[in-house]
């Protein structure tokens, strides 16, 4: 990859996109000066200094970039992309963000038209959907979304700040965390890749809640398919993940692996995040045809949106 990434994010941004950026072939990532110190904290970063260009400004970062990462807060990610339509970037064609793009469905929708008034491209990290297993369900649903198709997808796992007893956006509805908003979310991107769906039932706590840390789904294709999604963010026993897909009743794909990211067989990386390597694949997922990615990503706000009009509020 020739272009210049920017990445805008001191957390995430940098463990697990700047390495993913290097995985997928480009040599040169424009950060923020006020990010060395922690990239510099982090041993695993170090093989990538060589790589980047410090900037002061938000602006500059941008203004440098080809390819703009964005893996900050909801509501950070709501107001840069409204900031950017402001005024003409000429080197920037693709956008990537993190989800939830918003804290909201409805803002999150708002975003996707600011990117489309951009005439610029765009990925969300949905990351699930280039795990192997994740492939395997599309697969399914390639050869055989029919009414004779069923999957279950069962996530239980107790959050960093449930286990910390820790403050963070992450568990706060408002804020675009909670089981559906933050984590689910990644299941039904997954899904949006799969098929087009209406929702049978969401129950969970409700969205005005000021945590939500369950979540369960039904869904029906329509191609008359039905899958089921559990996500449990604050179960405190052994972790839980495991996908199932059957076809006339008898199982066609089961992964059963107590954590949806696994490294890839053969990966050398083991000491970056988990998700560095389908960051990868979504980053360059940017040379093929943007059509897909556009009408998945809005199927999934649309998914999104039909499960919260179920919650009680």
């Given at each position: 990859?020739?272009?210049?990434?920017?990445?805008?994010?001191?957390?995430?941004?940098?463990?697990?996109?700047?390495?993913?950026?290097?995985?997928?072939?480009?040599?040169?990532?424009?950060?923020?000066?006020?990010?060395?110190?922690?990239?510099?904290?982090?041993?695993?970063?170090?093989?990538?200094?060589?790589?980047?260009?410090?900037?002061?400004?938000?602006?500059?970062?941008?203004?440098?970039?080809?390819?703009?990462?964005?893996?900050?807060?909801?509501?950070?990610?709501?107001?840069?992309?409204?900031?950017?339509?402001?005024?003409?970037?000429?080197?920037?064609?693709?956008?990537?963000?993190?989800?939830?793009?918003?804290?909201?469905?409805?803002?999150?929708?708002?975003?996707?038209?600011?990117?489309?008034?951009?005439?610029?491209?765009?990925?969300?990290?949905?990351?699930?959907?280039?795990?192997?297993?994740?492939?395997?369900?599309?697969?399914?649903?390639?050869?055989?979304?029919?009414?004779?198709?069923?999957?279950?997808?069962?996530?239980?796992?107790?959050?960093?700040?449930?286990?910390?007893?820790?403050?963070?956006?992450?568990?706060?509805?408002?804020?675009?965390?909670?089981?559906?908003r933050f984590y689910a979310i990644q299941?039904?991107?997954?899904?949006?890749?799969?098929?087009?769906?209406?929702?049978?039932?969401?129950?969970?706590?409700?969205?005005?809640?000021?945590?939500?840390?369950?979540?369960?789904?039904?869904?029906?294709?329509?191609?008359?398919?039905?899958?089921?999604?559990?996500?449990?963010?604050?179960?405190?026993?052994?972790?839980?993940?495991?996908?199932?897909?059957?076809?006339?009743?008898?199982?066609?794909?089961?992964?059963?692996?107590?954590?949806?990211?696994?490294?890839?067989?053969?990966?050398?990386?083991?000491?970056e995040d988990r998700r560095v390597p389908?960051?990868?694949?979504?980053?360059?997922?940017?040379?093929?045809?943007?059509?897909?990615?556009?009408?998945?990503?809005?199927?999934?706000?649309?998914?999104?949106?039909?499960?919260?009009?179920?919650?009680?509020?």
């Open positions: 990859m020739s272009m210049v990434f920017g990445v805008l994010g001191s957390g995430f941004g940098l463990y697990g996109y700047l390495p993913a950026i290097i995985l997928a072939g480009a040599t040169q990532v424009v950060v923020l000066k006020r990010y060395e110190e922690f990239i510099h904290s982090r041993p695993e970063l170090s093989q990538y200094l060589k790589f980047l260009d410090y900037v002061d400004t938000e602006n500059e970062c941008i203004a440098r970039s080809n390819v703009l990462v964005i893996a900050r807060r909801p509501k950070d990610q709501y107001e840069i992309i409204n900031d950017l339509i402001d005024r003409e970037w000429p080197l920037l064609n693709s956008v990537i963000l993190e989800k939830p793009i918003a804290e909201t469905p409805c803002q999150a929708m708002k975003v996707l038209d600011a990117l489309d008034s951009l005439a610029v491209t765009y990925r969300v990290g949905y990351s699930f959907a280039y795990l192997d297993w994740g492939e395997s369900i599309r697969s399914c649903y390639t050869k055989f979304d029919s009414s004779d198709l069923a999957g279950t997808i069962v996530w239980k796992f107790n959050a960093h700040h449930y286990l910390h007893n820790k403050d963070s956006w992450k568990g706060r509805v408002g804020s675009g965390g909670g089981a559906l299941v039904l991107g997954l899904l949006a890749f799969c098929a087009d769906w209406d929702v049978l039932s969401c129950v969970g706590d409700s969205i005005t809640s000021d945590t939500a840390r369950r979540v369960s789904v039904e869904l029906l294709s329509h191609k008359g398919s039905k899958f089921k999604v559990l996500c449990d963010s604050n179960w405190t026993e052994e972790p839980v993940f495991s996908a199932d897909m059957y076809y006339k009743n008898k199982a066609i794909y089961q992964f059963d692996g107590g954590d949806p990211f696994t490294f890839p067989e053969g990966y050398s990386g083991s000491k389908t960051l990868s694949k979504i980053l360059t997922s940017l040379e093929e045809s943007d059509s897909d990615w556009q009408v998945v990503v809005k199927k999934s706000i649309s998914i999104w949106s039909k499960c919260e009009s179920h919650l009680k509020v």
